[in-house]
């Protein structure tokens, strides 16, 4: 019985760290992506650099679409007609590239500036 007392703690206090974690993301500066069968709009995001972000990821395609950057470590995949987002830790100014892992042709840059 004390083990299931145990877990269930560990489990209350997941819950309440993911929602702090969630409240922390409102937050944020948000910036809004479609992703449709290879398609980004828009294909190139101006963000504040130093600073933490949300980006909100919007698959209005009709096939699978997978939010993708090598360089900031992130990857999001998403089904038809999902929403989900990406939390992005400061940025130092420049370019960091993103992709449709799933249509390939699908290129966008965050620019922080």
Same mark, same amino acid.
């Given at each position: 019985?004390?083990?299931?007392?145990?877990?269930?703690?560990?489990?209350?206090?997941?819950?309440?760290?993911?929602?702090?974690?969630?409240?922390? +993301? $409102?937050?944020?500066?948000?910036?809004? *992506?479609?992703?449709?069968?290879?398609?980004?709009?828009? &294909?190139?995001?101006? @963000?504040?650099?130093?600073?933490?972000?949300?980006?909100?990821?919007?698959?209005?395609?009709?096939? +699978? $679409?997978?939010?993708?950057?090598?360089? *900031?470590?992130?990857?999001?995949?998403?089904?038809?007609? &999902?929403?989900?987002? @990406?939390?992005?830790?400061?940025?130092?100014?420049?370019?960091?590239?993103?992709?449709?892992?799933?249509?390939?042709?699908?290129?966008?840059?965050?620019?922080?500036?």
């Amino acid at each position: 019985m004390k083990l299931k007392s145990q877990v269930a703690a560990l489990a209350m206090s997941a819950f309440a760290f993911a929602g702090i974690d969630m409240a922390r +993301a $409102a937050d944020l500066p948000t910036f809004k *992506l479609e992703m449709n069968d290879g398609k980004l709009n828009p &294909a190139r995001i101006e @963000v504040p650099a130093g600073q933490r972000i949300k980006i909100e990821v919007h698959n209005i395609g009709k096939g +699978a $679409a997978e939010f993708e950057s090598v360089q *900031l470590r992130k990857e999001k995949v998403l089904a038809p007609g &999902a929403d989900s987002f @990406v939390v992005i830790a400061p940025l130092d100014p420049g370019e960091y590239k993103f992709f449709d892992d799933f249509h390939q042709s699908a290129q966008g840059v965050i620019v922080a500036k």
